[in-house]
């Protein structure tokens, strides 16, 4: 099983751009952590809203990947946040190209990105936004783990559910 490192900001411009940032000196496996992203986005840079506090945004990186590698990362992380969601009662289906939504909702975004050279990718960064104990979402097709359950959810006990099922089905 892979050695995990946490680091927990209270708020954060992007734990995606955090990663990318601090590559160099971080080690696989390292989980940037926030309650609140000044700059979270999506997929094509579209903007990720978030109210402070409301919900579990992380963003986690692997080094030296083979470039074969891509499809199980996506499948992998894909495949246990739904088993997360359906372990809180759910009925979860991934959305191409990297939603998972309930009822026809987007309730959580995957965002991946890489670098690679001519051999490997030097890293993978998946950034994870999923909606807990949101309610409201001005403008946009989206629910919580909260709106779905009518059940409140202590944020850091979804992460460690999720962290133990991530670690659990690594492959």
Request: hydrophobic content about 40%; some cysteine.
């Amino acid at each position: 099983m892979p050695k995990v490192k946490v680091i927990d900001f209270k708020k954060i411009g992007s734990t995606n751009d955090y990663l990318k940032e601090n590559h160099q000196k971080l080690d696989s496996f390292t989980f940037i952590k926030t309650k609140y992203q000044l700059e979270g986005r999506g997929q094509f840079d579209r903007k990720w809203v978030s109210f402070k506090g409301r919900n579990l945004l992380f963003s986690f990186i692997i080094k030296n990947l083979l470039y074969s590698q891509i499809n199980l990362i996506k499948d992998w992380v894909k495949n246990s946040i739904i088993e997360l969601l359906e372990n809180l009662g759910l009925k979860p289906y991934f959305k191409e190209p990297n939603d998972i939504y309930v009822n026809n909702k987007k309730i959580c975004g995957i965002l991946i990105e890489t670098k690679s050279d001519e051999k490997m990718f030097k890293y993978v960064i998946i950034g994870i936004g999923l909606n807990v104990n949101q309610i409201i979402f001005p403008s946009l097709n989206a629910t919580s783990i909260l709106k779905e359950t009518k059940k409140s959810n202590k944020i850091k006990k979804i992460f460690n559910d999720l962290l133990n099922i991530l670690l659990e089905n690594y492959f």
